[in-house]
Every structure is written in structure tokens, then in C-alpha cells.
């Protein structure tokens, strides 16, 4: 009977003809009642940013006021976790619903002399499904699933519009010669040589604003996959300028400043890395700001859901210091790595009058969750075969209804191979898997232990016969991503 309740109003929040006139900023009870238009989707990707990196997460020695404020208008995710811990497997789980046992994308491969690996042409993404239920469907920022006019390619996989980066590693560098606007290669004068005309994020966030201007009397689905604040580390100088000299001792990094791998995925030099790293925080956050104010200038906030949240644990590269912002929280690892500071990231959902203000959830949820839950939200059907669970339930506050994973995967094809499992709040944790096939798994209580401190696995034999079970049937083979001794070009 609670099943049937729910659908009943999925269908008023979907269907609704009755527009919704009370002020939703002051309601703190959700409602069903929308506009007759479906509701629009923005899913803000942020790059490299850590679990701690947001001050609504923890973070104490800089603010992040617009995402506190969608915190504030929305619900928090204190579960949710990336496709994987790197950046093109991440987006391959995200777009396809498929973890990396059964995602396409699996790893960082590289294509020269630009773009990685590509996802099929058979592949059924969430852009697609969006595309084919009447919704505009734009992609603005870093791209890594396919090199230009490949069958990964942006424009062949569901996004009516693409500017930004299509390659991943030169998305390295903030003052790019030149960036994709859908098929043509858009040069940036300003930054030929070694000059600095032009900072790309800011020119890709203008373009990104332009998009909900043209599409703002239709429903629209906007991927916006920042590259911030990914190295290397670069910012304005306004935003230099307001966080100079607060952040020290500052530790001068030395990157590739010349030569023929200038401006190809190297770093450049940066003076004052602890500055950068705050003020391209506080730029993406400043472009949030923007994003949600262009949504209420329009009069189309009150329809449309923006989630924001990052696409692994926090970075080392570049300048980078995690540790000194804390910025993988109280967990343990970085990028790259399978305990939960790689994987486990921030995630904030908001929907005016949909979500209740100020909630908090501790569902744990993944990447491939999002695929069956926009889904969801647009009122079509999720594909069938998919890892992912939709969380409409939770947003909606119907938590009761809400199903659950038996268990979440990951597999990781650098450094040795790795892999990982979350069963209900065990952890195990595999690593130099290519080493042989009776690698030890290390097992972490969650309940007790968040920060994987305590190997468990003696203790409890049971549960590790059970994780040997779900390691070995958890992926199917791939030819391209074998999953055994070979080489990635790591790209991020």
C-alpha cells in the first residue's frame, strides 16, 4: 500500500497541472504540486574537491557560502560515493548507471593527441534518456569519454550542446589554446604562447548561463563538469588578491613552464599553492551562486532540481595539500585511493518545496544512483540492467520506501589494481590485486571505525568468506579493460 501511495505522488509531481502560487522559501512541508512542465535537472560536478572541502562538510579554514545555502535549502548526503577514484571511470559510472565492474569506461586510457578512450556507440546514456523525453540537453566543462568526433564523443552521446574540454589531461591547464564548442575547436587568442587571456572556467561558466537563458521555457538537463579545483592551481586574480597571505607557510611549486609539454597536461608553476587552492574553491562556489540566481532571475527555480557533488576523493598534484586543509575529512586516502577519503564525496541535493530545507540523509548511494533517479524525476522509464538504485524516495522524505543496495563496488586499474566493497557498514579493501589472486582483503567496520584505521578481517571470517564471494562475481571481463597487469597512461 506504501508503494502504491508513493507512485500516486510521483504521478502528481511529474503530471501536475495546478501551478504551485506560496513562496517555497517559507515552507517547510514538501508538496507534490508543480508546474505542468517537467521538472529541470542541474548536476554540478565538481573536480577533485574532497569530502572536507566544503564548509557545510566541515571545513574550517575557508567558507563556501552559496553551496552552505543550497545545504541549507536541500538535503546533504553524508553516504554518497563516486563512480570510482579517478576521473573517466567516474563519469562512465555516473552517465551509464553501471558501476566499474560493468561500466565501459573502466580506467583512464588515453587516445593522442587528444581525448581518452571512448564510450560505444551502444552505450545508452542518461543524456540520451533525457534527450529522448523532450529535454534540451547541454555539457559544459571536462568531458574524457571519448576524443572529438569519436563515437564518445559528447554530440553522439545524447548532449544537444558540449563547450569545454573534451580531453581530460589538457584539462589540466586553466589558460588552454583552445577549447570545443560542440564539433569546432574554439582557439583562444588570448592564451597563445605563454599568455593568460583568457581563465577557461570563467569563460565555460558564461556559456554555461547562456544555456538555461535559451532553454529556460523548456526543461533541460545541464551537466556542468567544472574542472575546478583540480590542478593545476590556478585563479584570478581577484580571488588571489582577497586570499593572499592568509593561508601559510605557502610552499612554491615548480611545474612546467615552457617547452613542448607547455600547456599538454603538465601544471604550471604556482608561488602560492594554499592561496590558489582556496580561491578556486571560493570561484566554483562564487559560480553556484550564479547558476542558482540565474535560476530564480528566470522565475524557474521553484522546477528544477540542482545537485551538486565531485567526482572523487581530493587531489596531491600540482601544489596541491590536502592535508593541511583537511580535506578528505575523517576519512582515510586521497585520490586514487579505495578507502573512503577517494571515494566517499559530498553530495547536496536541492528542489524547492520537493525537498525539505535543511535535511540530512545518511543513504548510501553512488554515481549510478543518479542515472534511475533523474530518470525518475523526468517521468520515463529506467532502463533495465542498471547497478543503480533510484533515491527520489529519500529526496521526497519517503524514506520508508526507499530500497537499498545489497553492496557497492569499486575497481581501480592503476597502482597495482584495487578493488573495494561496501557491504551494509563493512568495508573490505583490496590492494596490488594484479599480484596474484590471494591477495589479502582487509576488512573496516564503519560503525566503529570510519577512518579504516582497524583490520577486522581475523575477527570475523564470516564476512570475509562472503566478500571473496562478491569480489569474484561482482564484474564482468572486458577486452579493453582487462582488470591485470598492464599499463594506463594516468591522464588525472
Request: net charge negative; glycine share 10%; proline share 6%.
Amino acid at each position: 500500500m506504501k508503494q502504491l501511495l508513493y507512485f500516486i505522488l510521483l504521478g502528481t509531481l511529474v503530471f501536475s497541472c495546478k501551478n504551485k502560487e506560496k513562496n517555497t522559501a517559507e515552507t517547510t512541508e514538501p508538496t507534490t504540486e508543480i508546474s505542468n512542465a517537467k521538472p529541470n535537472i542541474v548536476y554540478i560536478l565538481a573536480d577533485d574537491l574532497g569530502y572536507g572541502d566544503l564548509s557545510s562538510y566541515g571545513q574550517k579554514k575557508f567558507n563556501t557560502p552559496h553551496i552552505d545555502k543550497l545545504a541549507e535549502k536541500g538535503m546533504l548526503f553524508t553516504q554518497h560515493y563516486s563512480g570510482s577514484t579517478v576521473c573517466a571511470p567516474s563519469r562512465s559510472a555516473l552517465l551509464t548507471g553501471m558501476h566499474t565492474g560493468h561500466t565501459v569506461v573502466r580506467g583512464n586510457k588515453e587516445i593522442m593527441p587528444e581525448g581518452q578512450y571512448p564510450l560505444p556507440d551502444n552505450t545508452f546514456t542518461m543524456a540520451e534518456a533525457m534527450q529522448k523525453a523532450g529535454y534540451a540537453t547541454g555539457a559544459f566543462g571536462k568531458w574524457g569519454l571519448g576524443f572529438p568526433g569519436s563515437e564518445g564523443d559528447p554530440l553522439n552521446q545524447g548532449f544537444d550542446t558540449f563547450f569545454g574540454y573534451n580531453c581530460q589531461r589538457l584539462g589540466h591547464n586553466y589558460y588552454p589554446d583552445h577549447l570545443w564548442a560542440n564539433k569546432d575547436s574554439l582557439v583562444l587568442k588570448g592564451n597563445l604562447g605563454k599568455n593568460k587571456g583568457t581563465y577557461a572556467p570563467g569563460l565555460i561558466h558564461e556559456k554555461t548561463l547562456e544555456f538555461i537563458e535559451l532553454n529556460k521555457d523548456n526543461p533541460f538537463f545541464l551537466y556542468v563538469a567544472s574542472i575546478i579545483p583540480h590542478a593545476e592551481l590556478a585563479a584570478p586574480e581577484e580571488f588571489m588578491e582577497k586570499n593572499r597571505g592568509k593561508f601559510p607557510p605557502e610552499t612554491p611549486y615548480e611545474g612546467v613552464d615552457d617547452g613542448p609539454e607547455f600547456n599538454q597536461g603538465p601544471y604550471r608553476s604556482q608561488k602560492e599553492p594554499h592561496t590558489a587552492f582556496v580561491s578556486m574553491v571560493q570561484l566554483l562556489d562564487a559560480q553556484v551562486g550564479e547558476i542558482v540566481a540565474k535560476l530564480e532571475e528566470l522565475g524557474i527555480a521553484d522546477n528544477t532540481v540542482v545537485v551538486f557533488t565531485s567526482d572523487n576523493g581530493p587531489h596531491t598534484e600540482g601544489g596541491a595539500d590536502p592535508e593541511y586543509f583537511d580535506s578528505n575529512g575523517p576519512f582515510r586516502g586521497t585520490k586514487r585511493d579505495l578507502y573512503e577519503g577517494g571515494i566517499r564525496v559530498p553530495m547536496i541535493a536541492a528542489w524547492p518545496g520537493k525537498i525539505r530545507p535543511g535535511s540530512t540523509t545518511e543513504l548510501v548511494s553512488a554515481f549510478w544512483d543518479v542515472f534511475p533517479t533523474f530518470s525518475e524525476i523526468a517521468g520515463i522509464e529506467t532502463p533495465e540492467g542498471l547497478d543503480g538504485i533510484s533515491f527520489l524516495p529519500t529526496l521526497l522524505g519517503h524514506e520508508d520506501l526507499q530500497k537499498n543496495h545489497e553492496y557497492l563496488y569499486w575497481e581501480f586499474h592503476e597502482k597495482g589494481g584495487r578493488q573495494a566493497i561496501r557491504k551494509d557498514n563493512w568495508k573490505a579493501v583490496k590492494y596490488d590485486v594484479f599480484g596474484g589472486a590471494d591477495v589479502a582483503i582487509k576488512l573496516y567496520d564503519l560503525t566503529t571505525d570510519i577512518g579504516e584505521q582497524n583490520n577486522v578481517a581475523e575477527k570475523n571470517p564470516e564476512v570475509i568468506k562472503e566478500m571473496k564471494t562478491l569480489f569474484e562475481n561482482a564484474r564482468t571481463p572486458s577486452d579493453v579493460f582487462t582488470f591485470s597487469q598492464e599499463t594506463y597512461l594516468d591522464s588525472k
